[in-house]
């Protein structure tokens, strides 16, 4: 058994003597929020993310617009990913581990764990696609933190303007789908998922190649995140100002109206009172806007947790069992609204869905702390890690001390 992060000694900003950096650790447990939120909303029916279908309430399209609003989506899980596979190569190096032999099965590890996540639970899953494009981070691994940040942008303004450009044509050719007309569309795919299992995995397999696709759509803005991750790492960003409170509330009051300026743009094309045309392009505005959200975020939770260190203990440890929480939370939504369990499908509110979502993190954060005081790794931690070094599971040596990042789908287009 392994004591919890107090007993070590870490603070909200700097390194243990592990080599973890705990700032990412307290950023990895505030994170499973954000994915809660918005996955929720999918994994509960075709309309709960757009504030329901015909006849919603005023209370579930005001919780879906402001979800919308406010919440990034996979930026952080990206950037803590490109963080991480610095923190793992500098731990090869501290060993004298071969990082190549490590980085692939990490990354095969990753890719069979989101296509059985895909498959049983949940088709918009996004770990495959990190799995592919830690692949591409390998490549660029020894690019300086200033050619990963100019690479990152170009990225981000390419994609931003791809989505623009489309959005603006769709908004000029197509008509307006309404709620009614889209019932028929997946008449099917509510009935499937209120079946049995064999019905809800088959469902999930007619999803995946469209989930999959979006996730290729936005691939080149998870890259950019994780150039982001890989520049920052290199300059030490975490370890350096993750305790500087006045460059912490200056980056947060600098960037949050920024952040949330895109917000509002993003929500009024996806959620009203814009029409479903719309909506490519108010994620034109998130690709710009996301970022300064983000870190926004970042700095908000970081400042918390350098004034009450019970909130940076809970984090870290939670932070710690990331993607054990990542999947613990579709098995418990697919047991709400699929027909493995209540089969709630299509008929929960949004501002229900979204309120189920407290609770659940609440109890998530309290295991995490709670195992995490007793054993070292999550049980998804501890497979990954397994198959990462090609050891079983009670002979896992010290390599590598940093966890595994719990990805998230992104919005789909």
Not at 69 to 79: C, D, E, I, P
Not at 169 to 181: G, H, I, N, R, S
Not at 264 to 282: K, Q, Y
């Amino acid at each position: 058994m392994s004591p919890g992060p107090a007993a070590h000694g870490k603070t909200s900003g700097g390194s243990g003597g592990s080599g973890r950096v705990d700032g990412i650790d307290v950023l990895r447990g505030f994170a499973p929020l954000g994915i809660l939120l918005v996955n929720a909303q999918l994994m509960a029916g075709p309309y709960t993310a757009f504030g329901g279908g015909p006849g919603a309430s005023g209370a579930d399209r005001a919780a879906a617009w402001a979800v919308t609003a406010t919440t990034t989506v996979y930026q952080l899980f990206s950037f803590l990913f490109g963080y991480s596979f610095v923190l793992h190569r500098r731990a090869a190096r501290r060993t004298g581990a071969v990082f190549p032999a490590l980085h692939l099965r990490r990354t095969a590890g990753l890719f069979g764990l989101g296509l059985a996540h895909a498959v049983l639970l949940y088709p918009g899953d996004i770990l495959m696609t990190y799995a592919a494009l830690g692949l591409v981070l390998y490549g660029l691994r020894d690019l300086t933190p200033r050619a990963a940040v100019r690479l990152a942008a170009a990225l981000v303004a390419g994609l931003a303007v791809l989505l623009l450009g489309y959005g603006l044509l769709t908004v000029a050719l197509t008509e307006p789908l309404t709620p009614a007309a889209y019932a028929p569309l997946v008449a099917d795919t509510v009935a499937a998922y209120r079946g049995g299992a064999l019905s809800v995995i088959g469902a999930h397999l007619r999803e995946l190649p469209t989930a999959l696709g979006a996730n290729l759509m936005y691939a080149p803005d998870m890259l950019a995140a994780f150039l982001a991750g890989l520049a920052a790492a290199g300059t030490g960003l975490v370890e350096r100002r993750g305790r500087d409170r006045r460059w912490l509330r200056r980056t947060l009051t600098r960037w949050l109206p920024v952040g949330l300026a895109g917000g509002v743009v993003t929500a009024c094309c996806a959620n009203g009172p814009l029409d479903s045309r719309w909506f490519l392009v108010g994620h034109a505005v998130s690709l710009l806007t996301a970022p300064a959200l983000t870190a926004s975020y970042a700095c908000a939770v970081l400042l918390l947790a350098g004034a009450a260190r019970p909130v940076a203990d809970v984090l870290a440890a939670s932070g710690r069992m990331a993607l054990s929480h990542y999947l613990t939370q579709s098995l418990v939504l697919a047991l709400v609204f699929t027909g493995y369990g209540l089969g709630l499908y299509d008929r929960v509110g949004t501002a229900l869905v979204l309120a189920g979502c407290v609770p659940l993190y609440g109890l998530q954060l309290a295991f995490g702390a709670w195992l995490m005081s007793r054993v070292r790794y999550g049980p998804a931690e501890l497979l990954l890690r397994t198959l990462t070094l090609a050891r079983r599971p009670g002979r896992v040596p010290a390599f590598p001390d940093s966890r595994p990042v719990v990805p998230v789908r992104p919005p789909a287009a």
